[in-house]
């Protein structure tokens, strides 16, 4: 029996690629989105959470099954095979999950504290461990958010936001900002 497969992916490449994606995801705290309800209890006014997420990605997996075979005659003398029936198939089509929707959250910092000063000391600070090449701008361009994302790809976090602990580790910002999240 043979079987013909088909697999068309409906996730875009833009999503698994460090480029620019179709989600950007958005900083949530409680004076942009008070009643949120993914927001930690503990959460005070000004903090500010990184949400982000990658949607599924399902594949159509389409299938012809042989219901009956094809009816073939031989000339004896001639040794030729003719067809008298041709085979039928059934077509199916499935889609399965090949990966799971993801969704993240996590402390991040807050808009307002995106200072020329503080841009810039980020763009140095990528450029120090060989993420980001470009000018010190002190402006949060795609290059910049491109060079985040995948430094924060070790972190197992795929977002251009800047998480709590990047700053953090590049010193952008003190522990004790953030130490009344961990209370």
């Not at 002190?138 to 976090?157: F, H, P, S």
């Amino acid at each position: 029996m043979t079987r013909h497969r088909q697999i068309l992916s409906l996730a875009t490449l833009a999503l698994l690629t460090c480029g620019t994606s179709a989600h950007a995801g958005q900083i949530v705290s409680r004076l942009t989105h008070p009643d949120h309800a993914k927001l930690p209890e503990n959460a005070g006014p000004t903090d500010c959470f990184g949400h982000e997420f990658t949607p599924a990605v399902i594949e159509t997996i389409t299938e012809k099954i042989p219901l009956k075979p094809a009816r073939l005659a031989v000339d004896l003398e001639t040794g030729e095979t003719t067809v008298i029936r041709k085979a039928t198939f059934k077509t199916m089509t499935m889609q399965r999950i090949v990966t799971p929707r993801n969704e993240q959250w996590f402390p991040a910092v807050c808009p307002h504290k995106y200072t020329e000063d503080f841009v810039q000391s980020l763009q140095r600070a990528l450029q120090a461990r060989g993420f980001y090449s470009g000018a010190l701008t002190g402006w949060m361009d795609e290059e910049t958010k491109i060079a985040v994302k995948l430094y924060q790809r070790k972190l197992d976090l795929d977002s251009p936001i800047v998480a709590k602990a990047t700053a953090e580790e590049f010193g952008l910002v003190s522990h004790s900002d953030f130490d009344k999240l961990k209370q």
